[in-house]
């Protein structure tokens, strides 16, 4: 028999490979949380499996050995041991009008609700951001918690590495957490953090999972001092996030800050994260104190993820789109949405609002913007604005709704960030912050161009039929 085996051994391999494409068909039809992965995944694995069988095992088992069930063990143990979350009850609030109901869809789900009497301010591009950053760790006196998907050992990353180093030494409680696939600090510059007392962690998805396992991101771009101001929206840390990489160029982000009970939110997203990396809660103290006294400012951090009861962030961004009666502007990197949101901008746009997208005219990863192209052409065809952003790199995600809701976070509009990756997102209801979205915003589509439905067809046939192709990798991206 093994002599046989070894005599037709590329045979034997052959039938071996297209047996564990079955298995891993049968897996994907169980498993894949959309019934369009569950087909992307099966078509491709029984017609090409010698080249999908790889990137099935490493992106596309999404529920290794009970991910989601031992996650949401250790995040019920999280919440007992989180007394202060109880407290926020106190600063909650509905916002008046319609988008009340937005604050009951958020208590259900378990995302707290809207906190009343928070500070905004809107952050554009890196150099704001990171000034704002270095700035307020500077004045932390009690703790700073720090987690991005990207963290360079670069010029930017080394001065913000100095300024938790400086706070570390001065008796602040510094915690750091970072996304071992999107950030690979080098091993000195984890050294000298941790010589400063800077309790340094990865954000390891395969804990005590599946080893080989690429999916469950923490995409999470967080920064918390002394539990009253938070840092969060597109920006990672790194050079490029100032322009300073030729190859890309300008790039283009929005970030923000809420001082308020609304940080409070945020220090609780990264509290379970840290005790899923460390089984531990950080000594840090919450602030709960409102710092503005306007009632009409309203403002809800939501953290999302694949262990969540309900698809979240699936539902928040249909609230959104179903809440518009007016306008509804997306600046977004990655348009791949899943089926139910394109129906809900198709709807939106039959309803007669207006409906605008920006993206870029090139993307840092080429099978997403193949695959986005069919999706973009859709939304010209029935009655949306798609514009290009051609100066550099567009990597924010911004969202408004008509002249009284914004959403400023971390998600891009793919599978990937709405069902498989850790996100946060600030929901905003704030007179004077929405006026200065919809003023940043109106700028950005004035220096984008405005695409035609012919553009897309003026590619050529070989062009449209690779992105047509594209668009069927779309559950898995």
């Known amino acids: 028999m093994i002599a046989w085996m070894q005599e037709h051994a590329l045979g034997t391999a052959f039938v071996l490979v297209w047996l564990l494409a079955i298995y891993s068909a049968m897996r994907a039809i169980l498993y894949t949380r959309t019934a369009q992965g569950a087909a992307a995944w099966t078509l491709a694995l029984l017609l090409m499996p010698f080249l999908t069988l790889p990137a099935y095992w490493i992106f596309g088992h999404t529920k290794f050995q009970g991910y989601v069930s031992r996650r949401q063990q250790r995040m019920m143990r999280a919440d007992q041991a989180l007394a202060q979350q109880q407290q926020l009850e106190q600063v909650l609030g ?139 929206g597109g920006i990672n840390i790194g050079d490029d996030y100032l322009g300073k990489y030729e190859k890309i160029g300008p790039w283009r982000d929005t970030h923000m800050s809420v001082e308020g009970p609304a940080a409070s939110q945020a220090q609780v997203a990264f509290f379970k994260d840290w005790y899923w990396a460390t089984d531990q809660l950080p000594r840090a103290n919450f602030h709960l104190q409102p710092v503005a006294s306007g009632e009409d400012d309203h403002a809800l951090v939501w953290h999302t993820g694949p262990a969540d009861a309900q698809p979240e962030c699936l539902l928040l961004w249909l609230s959104l789109i179903n809440a518009a009666r007016t306008r509804i502007w997306i600046a977004n990197p990655y348009f791949v949405p899943p089926e139910p949101i394109v129906q809900a901008l ?34 010209i065809k029935t009655g949306a604005a798609v514009y290009e952003w051609h100066d550099g790199f567009m990597h924010q995600k911004t969202c408004l709704i008509d002249d009284d809701l914004a959403m400023i976070g971390s998600a891009n509009l793919d599978n990937r960030s709405i069902f498989i990756n850790f996100e946060i997102s600030a929901v905003l209801v704030a007179p004077e912050f929405i006026n200065q979205v919809s003023d940043m915003l109106e700028m950005d589509f004035a220096r984008a161009r405005q695409r035609s439905i012919q553009q897309f067809h003026d590619v050529g046939m070989p062009r449209r039929l690779l992105c047509r192709a594209a668009t069927m990798l779309a559950p898995m991206l």
Not at 211 to 229: C, E, P, S, T, W
Not at 348 to 366: F, K, M, Y
Not at 367 to 374: C, E, I
Request: charged fraction near 25%; hydrophobic fraction near 45%; include cysteine.
């Open 346 to 379: 198709r709807l939106a746009l039959v309803r007669g609002v207006e409906v605008r997208l920006l993206v870029p005219a090139r993307s840092d990863n080429l099978l997403v913007q193949l695959a986005s192209q069919p999706y973009l052409a859709d939304m």
């Open 94 to 232: 509905p916002p008046d009008g319609r988008h009340a109901e937005l604050h009951t869809l958020a208590r259900r789900l378990g995302a707290g609700g809207f906190t009343r009497g928070n500070r905004l301010q809107l952050l554009i591009d890196g150099e704001a951001t990171f000034d704002a950053m270095l700035a307020a760790i500077a004045t932390a006196q009690d703790s700073v918690l720090i987690q991005f998907y990207i963290f360079r050992d670069d010029g930017i990353g080394r001065r913000i590495q100095q300024a938790l180093i400086e706070r570390a030494r001065a008796g602040v409680c510094v915690y750091m957490l970072y996304d071992e696939l999107g950030s690979r600090p080098a091993r000195r510059f984890l050294t000298e953090l941790a010589d400063a007392s800077v309790q340094c962690h990865l954000f390891n998805p395969n804990r005590r999972g599946y080893r080989f396992q690429f999916n469950f991101r923490n995409h999470r771009k967080l920064l918390v001092v002394d539990g009253r101001i938070a840092f969060l």
